[in-house]
Structures are given as structure tokens and as C-alpha cells.
């Protein structure tokens, strides 16, 4: 968030509050400020593997955000985009889709002012900006231009056009080598292969480096990028004339050969604002780090230098990283909660705060988890938003009054930080419990939804992309309603006078989000399959395998597996539970018995053993296979007929 203060820009930025906190800030001032805050952790720092942008948007309390989509547009040779603060370019063809966290349009300063963060349909997220000030010789140098572009336009310039992180990086530099810039920022692009980090440092002039998977960085309001290789064209992307401008008026600072950014253009003094903050964040992320940390001046009034990337002391969780911006020092020696003149990263400015998620490996579109939370982080929740599929967000977040209306995304959570932090141990202790227990929840239903938009993908991108803007409709509808009965009952506890801790009734009932992309599925009917596969069921317990065809068997055996899966897939249509129970059926109907072979006579005669009575020599027809006498009983029948020869000659 860039905050008003420097002479050459003579406009109004935000809100006459934003002006209060900041018209006095000018360039070295040592000043407290109202600003933004970011963050980064990269993939291999993460617990999920994921890479992690996030930012604060700190312009002031009770200002209103809307979080919308704008559509994909097409575009007339000519037309131009125009500002109010003056600057204007030419547009493409053709602008994508992408989210966006706009400022109210009743602050009258367009429809899409301070697009503040998105994603769009090619998966780049931009997070756009953290203000910073330059050095008076940079000033003097090249003085930042009064039409060039400003925060006020960068998210919607860079999410209507960016393919990729890096393509987002070098169309910001090619707008500011024509047009310049108004203001010195920070801005933070991400894809699923990567992120880059750009500071804008003067009117022309610019630095980008892609950042490293093994490190995370503190983003206060401040420059810190340090020394850097123009050279590496890979890793690093830079106006032609960053190095010599400083170079040809005197005001180059390097080390090692290479141009230390902020030292040669970083303002002298950041101001005490930004230095307690940094510290703060590079605490959260590494206590250690934090101890070899000092924000007090240099013997030349100078500070610093400070790094920009570090490795955090463990692997960081997604509510690790939501948290980095409601921290408050606590436990600290920089603790705001028992110091107010201390300025914390979670501070009453935030209007809104966003943690936008990059992970690879996923279908187009659901690479990015948009995590974006209304008002001040302390008292807040991060929803999730596959950004790059949505159409649309649920209703609740378009309100545009500037003051607290039922049904506000933005005003819920405003009016419950402005509730909860005016006594954080009887008001606010078990509100953030249970913030805290419905975050967890969230992120870890977040991985079967992903499973389940996985099948609906592979089913149909088409049908994914309508499902994922209804469960984000959804689970916004329903987690508004939950955090509303907090804030019905906080102000009832309140101005009731009670006493002791306040206690939601959430909290004692343990509601929790029901985030499933079974609940925006059509309704199925399930119940012919299932007493269907009950009856196979119950039938291959009983049967001997061996006493059927293998070939029928096994394919009983398979169809009924494959039925348990269908109904255990809460993506599943009704056309594939109806041609389920048929192939079932079938299976059924052709499971087939071996065929039963007829036993061998059991008095078979043994053909080794001779006869003990004399068979005439006569030849005799032999008896085929398949004669109707039975061979064995006309043997008997011959040994009798002898027996009774030879008795008859006896008695002769």
C-alpha cells in the first residue's frame, strides 16, 4: 500500500482517515506510518511444499473492500485504460479473467481502484503494493512522475495481461520504461513454477529477482533488496539504467562489483514504523535471526542494511503464514499489546489481508488457493478461493456503503475486530479461539476438496470451474452466518454489562465449516446400487470361488468393487450410478458354474488281474465307448454263463 507523502504526486491517495495517519509522512521521516506488510515462503520452506505470497492492506479502519471477479474482455484498436490520478495506456486485444480486492467506488476514484490482489485465469497472482521512498539523490536524480503508473492500477493492469510470474515482472518494466512511475513499491508475482519480487526505486527505474524455494522474507515498508547481478538475465530483470543513473550522479553503493539496491536507493531513514515491524516479522519467522537484528541508527544516522531473504527456523504451516500478519510482538521486547507506541504488523489499518497459495503438480486452475480474510487479520478468517476457476464471488462481499451494513463480508469482520480488540482477554480470547479452530478446519477439509475438484477436472473442466465458484459461494454464505451469531452475542454480552469471559455459542457447540464439494453436487439417487451391491455382497461371501469360472468370478468380484468406489465418489452423476447398477447387474446374472463331470463306475473292473476261469478263444466284438451295454456287467454276465457250462458238465 503506497501512502501519501511524496510532493510530486498532488492528489489525494485514499481516504481523509489514511490522510490523517499520513500526511505528515515525508521522505526520512522517523514517523510512525500506516502501511502495508508482506511475506513470502518459499516451497521448500513450507509444510505443504507450496510457494506463499501474502500482504497486508493497511490504508486505514472502517474502509470498505469489495472481492469480485472481472470477466475476460475483449478490446477495440485504441481503447484506452485510464486512471484517476492521470496515467492511460492502450489496452491488448484481450484482458483475462482475475479476482480482485477493490476499494469501494464510493471513495470516487473509479469502479476498480487499488485492485489490491488477485489470480487470474493463467494462474499468475500478484499482490501489488508495498510502498517505499527513496533516497534524496535518487530523487534528484529521477524524480517519480506525476501520470505514470501507481498502485491505484498495477493489479488491474498486471492481472487483466501477465501469462506467467516473470512475463508480469517484465510488462510492469516495459509501462514504467515508457510511461514511469509515480511511486516507489514492492510488488510480489507468482505461478505455479515460480515467484519474482520487483521494487520499483525511482521514476524509470527498477530491480526483479526471481526468489529463491530455500529462504522467506519480512516485507515492511522499506526497500531490502540488496546486492544483485544485473548480469543474470535468468534470475534477475533490471531498467537499463539502475546502475548508471546511480553510478553518473554519485550515489552508487556496491559490494563485491555488484549494486546493493537499497542502500543506493532506499531511503535514509525508513522510519520507526517499518523497522519495528521488520523485526516483528523476522522474529515470527526466526527468533534467532531477529537477535543480530538492531533497528536503532547508524553512527551516519543511516540503518541497516538488512536482509531481504533468510531461512525460517522451521517449516511454516498455512496458518503459520496467515498469522504472520496479526502478529503483534507478543512476548517480545517489541510487544504492541503492552506498548502502543509500538507499531505491530497486525495493526487496526488492515482492511484487508490476503495469503495467496502456488502449488504444482494440479490441474489448470487449481494451482492457486486465493486465501483472503476481510478487515484486520487478528480477528479474522482466510477463505479459500480456487481464484483462477472463479466466475463469481458470493454476494456478501460487493457491498459498497462506507459505513456497517448487515450482510457485509467487509463489515462483519471490521465491526467484530473493532468489538473483540477493545479487550483482547474477555472479549477477544476465545473469538480467536475459535477463529482459530475454523481456520484449521478449513485448510485441512482443503485437501479432499482438492481431490474431489480433481475428478470433477478430469470429468470436465467446464463442470469444475462451475463447482468451484459454487463452493466459494457457499462456504462464504455459510461461514458469514456462523461469525454473525459472534458478533449478535458479543454486542448483547457487551452492552448487557456482563462480566468474566465472553463465550460464543459456536464455540460451546463446536460449529465447524462443512467446506465439500459434495454439498454444490446434484442430488443422486444411490439407493437402487447400494441394496444391489448389499446382495452381491452377501452372495460372494457365501459362494466357493472354485466352483465357478474364474472369467465370472473375478468380474463379480471387480463390479462390485467398482460399485463400492462409485458410491464412495461424491462427484458421482446419476448417469454413472444407472449404468453402474446395469453392469452389476450383469455381473451378477453371468457368473457361471463349472460344468460337472460324471464320476467313473465305482466297481471298475481291475484289467491286470486274469480271469481264474477259461474264456473261450473266440473272438469277440469289442465294445466302443458309447455302447449302450455297460462292458463291465457283460463280463460278469460271461463269467456266469462259464460257471454254469462247467456245473453242467460236472453233473453229466
Same mark, same amino acid.
Given at each position: 500500500?503506497?501512502?501519501?507523502?511524496?510532493?510530486?504526486?498532488?492528489?489525494?491517495?485514499?481516504?481523509?482517515?489514511?490522510?490523517?495517519?499520513?500526511?505528515?509522512?515525508?521522505?526520512?521521516?522517523?514517523?510512525?506510518?500506516?502501511?502495508?506488510?508482506?511475506?513470502?515462503?518459499?516451497?521448500?520452506?513450507?509444510?505443504?511444499?507450496?510457494?506463499?505470497?501474502?500482504?497486508?492492506?493497511?490504508?486505514?479502519?472502517?474502509?470498505?473492500?469489495?472481492?469480485?471477479?472481472?470477466?475476460?474482455?475483449?478490446?477495440?484498436?485504441?481503447?484506452?485504460?485510464?486512471?484517476?490520478?492521470?496515467?492511460?495506456?492502450?489496452?491488448?486485444?484481450?484482458?483475462?479473467?482475475?479476482?480482485?480486492?477493490?476499494?469501494?467506488?464510493?471513495?470516487?476514484?473509479?469502479?476498480?481502484?487499488?485492485?489490491?490482489?488477485?489470480?487470474?485465469?493463467?494462474?499468475?497472482?500478484?499482490?501489488?503494493?508495498?510502498?517505499?521512498?527513496?533516497?534524496?539523490?535518487?530523487?534528484?536524480?529521477?524524480?517519480?512522475?506525476?501520470?505514470?503508473?501507481?498502485?491505484?492500477?498495477?493489479?488491474?493492469?498486471?492481472?487483466?495481461?501477465?501469462?506467467?510470474?516473470?512475463?508480469?515482472?517484465?510488462?510492469?518494466?516495459?509501462?514504467?520504461?515508457?510511461?514511469?512511475?509515480?511511486?516507489?513499491?514492492?510488488?510480489?508475482?507468482?505461478?505455479?513454477?515460480?515467484?519474482?519480487?520487483?521494487?520499483?526505486?525511482?521514476?524509470?527505474?527498477?530491480?526483479?529477482?526471481?526468489?529463491?524455494?530455500?529462504?522467506?522474507?519480512?516485507?515492511?515498508?522499506?526497500?531490502?533488496?540488496?546486492?544483485?547481478?544485473?548480469?543474470?538475465?535468468?534470475?534477475?530483470?533490471?531498467?537499463?539504467?539502475?546502475?548508471?543513473?546511480?553510478?553518473?550522479?554519485?550515489?552508487?553503493?556496491?559490494?563485491?562489483?555488484?549494486?546493493?539496491?537499497?542502500?543506493?536507493?532506499?531511503?535514509?531513514?525508513?522510519?520507526?514504523?517499518?523497522?519495528?515491524?521488520?523485526?516483528?516479522?523476522?522474529?515470527?519467522?526466526?527468533?534467532?535471526?531477529?537477535?543480530?537484528?538492531?533497528?536503532?541508527?547508524?553512527?551516519?544516522?543511516?540503518?541497516?542494511?538488512?536482509?531481504?531473504?533468510?531461512?525460517?527456523?522451521?517449516?511454516?504451516?498455512?496458518?503459520?503464514?496467515?498469522?504472520?500478519?496479526?502478529?503483534?510482538?507478543?512476548?517480545?521486547?517489541?510487544?504492541?499489546?503492552?506498548?502502543?507506541?509500538?507499531?505491530?504488523?497486525?495493526?487496526?489499518?488492515?482492511?484487508?489481508?490476503?495469503?495467496?497459495?502456488?502449488?504444482?503438480?494440479?490441474?489448470?486452475?487449481?494451482?492457486?488457493?486465493?486465501?483472503?480474510?476481510?478487515?484486520?487479520?487478528?480477528?479474522?478468517?482466510?477463505?479459500?478461493?480456487?481464484?483462477?476457476?472463479?466466475?463469481?464471488?458470493?454476494?456478501?462481499?460487493?457491498?459498497?456503503?462506507?459505513?456497517?451494513?448487515?450482510?457485509?463480508?467487509?463489515?462483519?469482520?471490521?465491526?467484530?475486530?473493532?468489538?473483540?480488540?477493545?479487550?483482547?482477554?474477555?472479549?477477544?480470547?476465545?473469538?480467536?479461539?475459535?477463529?482459530?479452530?475454523?481456520?484449521?478446519?478449513?485448510?485441512?477439509?482443503?485437501?479432499?476438496?482438492?481431490?474431489?475438484?480433481?475428478?470433477?477436472?478430469?470429468?470436465?473442466?467446464?463442470?469444475?470451474?462451475?463447482?468451484?465458484?459454487?463452493?466459494?459461494?457457499?462456504?462464504?454464505?455459510?461461514?458469514?452466518?456462523?461469525?454473525?451469531?459472534?458478533?449478535? #452475542? /458479543?454486542? !448483547?454480552? %457487551?452492552?448487557?454489562?456482563? *462480566?468474566?469471559?465472553?463465550?460464543?455459542?459456536?464455540?460451546? +457447540? @463446536?460449529?465447524?465449516?462443512?467446506?465439500?464439494?459434495?454439498?454444490?453436487?446434484?442430488?443422486?439417487?444411490?439407493?437402487?446400487?447400494?441394496?444391489?451391491?448389499?446382495?452381491?455382497?452377501?452372495?460372494?461371501?457365501?459362494?466357493?470361488?472354485?466352483?465357478?469360472?474364474?472369467?465370472?468370478?473375478?468380474?463379480?468380484?471387480?463390479?462390485?468393487?467398482?460399485?463400492? #468406489? /462409485?458410491? !464412495?465418489? %461424491?462427484?458421482?452423476?446419476? *448417469?454413472?450410478?444407472?449404468?453402474?447398477?446395469?453392469?452389476? +447387474? @450383469?455381473?451378477?446374472?453371468?457368473?457361471?458354474?463349472?460344468?460337472?463331470?460324471?464320476?467313473?463306475?465305482?466297481?471298475?473292473?481291475?484289467?491286470?488281474?486274469?480271469?481264474?476261469?477259461?474264456?473261450?478263444?473266440?473272438?469277440?466284438?469289442?465294445?466302443?465307448?458309447?455302447?449302450?451295454?455297460?462292458?463291465?456287467?457283460?463280463?460278469?454276465?460271461?463269467?456266469?454263463?462259464?460257471? !454254469?457250462?462247467?456245473?453242467?458238465?460236472?453233473?453229466?
Amino acid at each position: 500500500m503506497y501512502i501519501k507523502g511524496m510532493e510530486e504526486k498532488e492528489m489525494w491517495k485514499k481516504s481523509i482517515a489514511a490522510l490523517v495517519l499520513t500526511g505528515a509522512v515525508v521522505l526520512g521521516s522517523t514517523m510512525n506510518v500506516s502501511a502495508c506488510m508482506g511475506i513470502y515462503v518459499g516451497k521448500e520452506v513450507s509444510e505443504t511444499g507450496s510457494s506463499y505470497i501474502g500482504r497486508s492492506e493497511d490504508i486505514g479502519n472502517n474502509y470498505t473492500k469489495i472481492y469480485t471477479v472481472h470477466p475476460a474482455e475483449d478490446h477495440e484498436p485504441g481503447e484506452m485504460f485510464t486512471d484517476s490520478y492521470g496515467f492511460s495506456m492502450e489496452y491488448p486485444a484481450h484482458t483475462y479473467r482475475y479476482t480482485l480486492a477493490k476499494d469501494s467506488p464510493l471513495q470516487g476514484e473509479g469502479d476498480e481502484a487499488f485492485a489490491e490482489v488477485g489470480i487470474n485465469e493463467n494462474e499468475v497472482a500478484v499482490t501489488a503494493t508495498v510502498s517505499t521512498y527513496y533516497n534524496e539523490e535518487a530523487k534528484a536524480a529521477d524524480p517519480l512522475v506525476s501520470n505514470g503508473i501507481c498502485e491505484i492500477s498495477m493489479g488491474t493492469i498486471l492481472l487483466g495481461q501477465a501469462k506467467s510470474a516473470r512475463h508480469g515482472v517484465e510488462l510492469l518494466g516495459d509501462i514504467i520504461d515508457k510511461y514511469g512511475t509515480g511511486e516507489c513499491n514492492i510488488i510480489m508475482i507468482s505461478d505455479p513454477n515460480e515467484t519474482w519480487y520487483m521494487e520499483t526505486v525511482s521514476g524509470h527505474e527498477y530491480a526483479a529477482v526471481k526468489l529463491p524455494d530455500d529462504k522467506v522474507a519480512a516485507i515492511p515498508n522499506m526497500m531490502l533488496l540488496g546486492t544483485i547481478d544485473v548480469n543474470d538475465k535468468e534470475n534477475v530483470i533490471v531498467s537499463d539504467g539502475l546502475v548508471s543513473l546511480a553510478e553518473e550522479n554519485g550515489f552508487l553503493k556496491t559490494e563485491n562489483g555488484m549494486i546493493h539496491v537499497a542502500k543506493t536507493y532506499g531511503a535514509k531513514d525508513p522510519g520507526r514504523g517499518q523497522l519495528t515491524r521488520l523485526w516483528q516479522g523476522v522474529y515470527y519467522l526466526n527468533a534467532e535471526k531477529a537477535d543480530e537484528i538492531s533497528i536503532e541508527p547508524n553512527k551516519d544516522g543511516s540503518f541497516g542494511p538488512y536482509d531481504l531473504l533468510f531461512a525460517p527456523s522451521k517449516k511454516l504451516s498455512s496458518q503459520d503464514i496467515m498469522k504472520f500478519l496479526a502478529f503483534r510482538g507478543e512476548g517480545t521486547k517489541f510487544d504492541s499489546n503492552k506498548d502502543a507506541g509500538i507499531y505491530p504488523i497486525g495493526n487496526s489499518n488492515q482492511a484487508e489481508c490476503h495469503v495467496l497459495e502456488m502449488r504444482e503438480g494440479m490441474y489448470d486452475g487449481m494451482s492457486g488457493i486465493e486465501w483472503i480474510a476481510m478487515s484486520r487479520a487478528e480477528y479474522s478468517l482466510y477463505l479459500p478461493y480456487y481464484a483462477a476457476m472463479i466466475t463469481e464471488t458470493w454476494e456478501g462481499y460487493h457491498n459498497e456503503e462506507m459505513t456497517s451494513v448487515p450482510g457485509s463480508m467487509y463489515w462483519l469482520f471490521c465491526d467484530l475486530n473493532n468489538l473483540a480488540d477493545d479487550n483482547r482477554d474477555l472479549y477477544g480470547k476465545n473469538v480467536r479461539t475459535y477463529l482459530d479452530k475454523y481456520q484449521s478446519a478449513l485448510i485441512e477439509q482443503q485437501d479432499q476438496v482438492d481431490k474431489d475438484m480433481a475428478k470433477l477436472y478430469e470429468k470436465s473442466p467446464v463442470l469444475a470451474q462451475e463447482k468451484a465458484t459454487e463452493l466459494g459461494k457457499l462456504i462464504a454464505k455459510e461461514t458469514y452466518e456462523h461469525v454473525d451469531s459472534i458478533r449478535t #452475542e /458479543l454486542k !448483547a454480552f %457487551i452492552a448487557e454489562g456482563k *462480566t468474566g469471559e465472553f463465550m460464543p455459542s459456536v464455540l460451546e +457447540k @463446536n460449529v465447524m465449516p462443512n467446506y465439500s464439494v459434495e454439498r454444490v453436487m446434484e442430488p443422486v439417487d444411490k439407493t437402487v446400487l447400494e441394496k444391489m451391491l448389499g446382495e452381491v455382497k452377501e452372495l460372494l461371501s457365501q459362494i466357493d470361488a472354485a466352483a465357478y469360472t474364474e472369467e465370472s468370478y473375478n468380474a463379480l468380484k471387480s463390479a462390485a468393487a467398482e460399485a463400492e #468406489e /462409485l458410491l !464412495a465418489d %461424491i462427484t458421482a452423476d446419476q *448417469t454413472q450410478i444407472d449404468e453402474m447398477v446395469e453392469k452389476l +447387474k @450383469n455381473a451378477k446374472e453371468n457368473l457361471t458354474k463349472l460344468a460337472v463331470q460324471k464320476p467313473d463306475n465305482e466297481e471298475k473292473t481291475d484289467s491286470t488281474k486274469k480271469p481264474t476261469v477259461s474264456v473261450s478263444k473266440k473272438p469277440t466284438k469289442s465294445v466302443k465307448t458309447g455302447d449302450e451295454t455297460d462292458v463291465s456287467w457283460m463280463l460278469v454276465m460271461a463269467a456266469a454263463g462259464v460257471s !454254469a457250462l462247467a456245473m453242467s458238465k460236472k453233473r453229466r
